[in-house]
């Protein structure tokens, strides 16, 4: 599919780029808030839908499965309707989806709403970026690159809990969903407002039904395990073996038939072709497992363990956000600046994510947010150094035509692994708080000297309160039953942080050796003269205008061609 760039004169470019951009962002914004309003809003959604966790669950499932097609199914939707127009329909979409939710109780019509915000937030987060890398020039990408990060990945991570912590707690969790209307509004007046460059496409390829449908049923049985295998006990419920199969099923079966379509199925497979975007869709999984996992430990520790209500669980994540930003416009800077190499900053990012997990690992039940600080800041910094350059490193050299389905993919990756990290450190929660549990009551037994002199003072000081001998007693025993449960809990955390820690120790050397293979692979590829033309990359300098282009290209422009808007930074 080709397409003809045609530019409007009227419009100040410059002001246009900047605008589209804001349009973007806020647009990314929007899919950021209803993404994860179900993280400290959970209970007050349970308490006025009267729903039982299992039922309250499928909110969660429509939600991240539709997501999920979202993001396969928005190169296609590329392929038809203009990127700008795509990402307007969404956010609105998604403003209307919002507004309606914040006025209703009823579950089921929750369930249908939150199936709607998972697509349009899928569709509008891999179309913006998108546009993003093809209507600005490559030489701007790691600057504008940061700026769209904020929205997509540092405000769901880090300012959301915090702006719906507070709002919980001093109003209801409808007005998380209020608050995302007027945004919703702004971000399609804006990018109303910055009306590009069209563009005068060719017939596009036919959509694979097949294919979306296997896809579908793989989704949803990979959403619906990883978000309740470790409240059945994984594979101990038949129900949970049985999707687990099928999902499986599904991906091969999809997978089969995405190389029997050649080409022509629902994604560009392609792009693998090319060694970078491989090995950062590989480690896609490790960062999505070390965002959201992280992201899943910091707020449940504060709320069960620390006792921290909704808004300072919240503002805990906060100054996480802060160093995620500035460390962002850091790494950009270097990269688009002093011409640092993407690579470079990775190994940093990795290293300062870890301390900043093994700090928080030493927390107890006595700690506060100011003993956190330090490995909050941290953790901030680390995923600032780790996430622009992964996603530079996957796009900066696919072509055009195949620059959505990478995104999708990648996002796509992201995604999958955030739930397998949440799913397995709910589990390693969950068993260890057991298994702790079993130990530290196995060495607190009523015949132990330690046990009766505590038993007794605490029997003693709520006597002296005036509480009755005998009730005095039990409600000791009961104290300290607490104090037990509360202690293996804390441990639970400290091994699940350390978990996280070691997650890279394990995956750093194995996606070294990845990356080795791949370029030999690619050498001895390229030595035998099997490998294709490589296609057309995004131009690593802006292109001449395209008036000049009009009378000097001897074939039509790709589609929304890298050069054809700039803005100034």
């Given at each position: 599919m080709t397409a003809v760039v045609v530019p409007l004169p009227s419009r100040d470019r410059p002001t246009a780029g900047a605008v589209l951009l804001l349009g973007i962002v806020l647009a990314a914004l929007t899919e950021a808030i209803a993404g994860t309003v179900l993280a400290l809003g959970r209970s007050d959604i349970i308490g006025d839908t009267s729903a039982t966790p299992d039922e309250f669950a499928w909110l969660d499932i429509g939600y991240t499965t539709l997501k999920l097609i979202g993001f396969v199914t928005a190169p296609w939707l590329m392929s038809?309707?203009?990127?700008?127009?795509?990402?307007?329909?969404?956010?609105?979409?998604?403003?209307?989806?919002?507004?309606?939710?914040?006025?209703?109780?009823?579950?089921?019509?929750?369930?249908?709403?939150?199936?709607?915000?998972?697509?349009?937030?899928?569709?509008?987060?891999?179309?913006g970026q998108a546009l993003v890398f093809l209507r600005y020039p490559r030489a701007h990408q790691p600057l504008l690159q940061a700026l769209f990060a904020m929205g997509a990945v540092v405000a769901p991570a880090t300012i959301a809990p915090a702006l719906q912590g507070w709002l919980v707690d001093t109003h209801s969790w409808t007005w998380i969903f209020f608050g995302i209307v007027p945004l919703a509004l702004a971000a399609a007046g804006l990018l109303l407002i910055a009306d590009g460059p069209k563009s005068a496409k060719e017939a596009p390829r036919p959509f694979d039904w097949a294919g979306f449908a296997l896809i579908s049923v793989t989704f949803f049985c990979v959403s619906y395990v990883l978000s309740q295998g470790s409240r059945w006990d994984w594979f101990e419920e038949p129900r949970i073996l049985w999707l687990a199969l099928l999902g499986v099923a599904a991906l091969l079966a999809f997978l089969g038939r995405q190389v029997m379509a050649k080409g022509r199925g629902l994604l560009d497979f392609s792009i693998f072709g090319a060694n970078d975007f491989t090995f950062a869709f590989i480690v896609s999984f490790v960062a999505g497992a070390a965002l959201s996992g992280s992201g899943f430990l910091l707020p449940s520790f504060a709320v069960s363990v620390l006792a921290l209500t909704p808004t300072d669980a919240g503002l805990l994540l906060f100054p996480s956000g802060a160093a995620f930003i500035g460390t962002l416009l850091l790494a950009a800077c270097l990269i688009q600046f002093r011409h640092l190499p993407p690579f470079a900053t990775v190994p940093f990012g990795i290293l300062i994510f870890m301390v900043a997990m093994w700090l928080l690992s030493g927390s107890s039940s006595e700690s506060g947010a100011h003993d956190m600080m330090t490995a909050?800041?941290?953790?901030?910094?680390?995923?600032?150094?780790?996430?622009?350059?992964?996603?530079?490193?996957?796009?900066?050299?696919?072509?055009?035509?195949?620059?959505?389905?990478?995104i999708g993919l990648f996002n796509t990756g992201r995604q999958l692994g955030g739930l397998m990290g949440i799913a397995a450190l709910q589990t390693l929660i969950d068993h260890h708080t057991i298994a702790n549990l079993s130990v530290l009551g196995a060495n607190i037994a009523a015949g132990r000297p330690a046990v009766m002199e505590r038993l007794a003072t605490m029997t003693a000081l709520l006597t002296a309160k005036g509480m009755d001998a005998v009730a005095a007693s039990r409600a000791a025993a009961s104290f300290l039953g607490r104090l037990v449960t509360g202690q293996s809990a804390v441990i639970a955390f400290d091994t699940a942080f350390n978990a996280v820690a070691l997650l890279f120790v394990v995956a750093a050397p194995l996606l070294?050796?990845?990356?080795?293979?791949?370029?030999?692979?690619?050498?001895?590829?390229?030595?035998?003269?099997?490998?294709?033309?490589?296609?057309?990359?995004?131009?690593?300098?802006?292109r001449a205008p395209v008036q000049e282009q009009a009378h000097t290209a001897p074939a039509p422009a790709e589609p929304f061609s890298g050069g054809a808007q700039s803005i100034r930074l």
């Open positions: 038809r309707i203009d990127p700008r127009n795509l990402i307007i329909a969404a956010t609105l979409t998604m403003g209307l989806a919002s507004g309606i939710a914040a006025m209703t109780a009823r579950l089921d019509l929750l369930i249908a709403l939150r199936i709607v915000q998972g697509f349009c937030g899928g569709a509008l987060l891999i179309a909050v800041l941290l953790r901030g910094f680390g995923l600032g150094f780790l996430f622009l350059s992964i996603n530079l490193i996957a796009f900066s050299d696919l072509p055009s035509r195949g620059l959505a389905s990478g070294v050796a990845i990356k080795i293979g791949l370029h030999k692979y690619a050498h001895a590829h390229h030595s035998a003269g099997h490998g294709p033309a490589p296609a057309e990359p995004i131009p690593l300098q802006p």
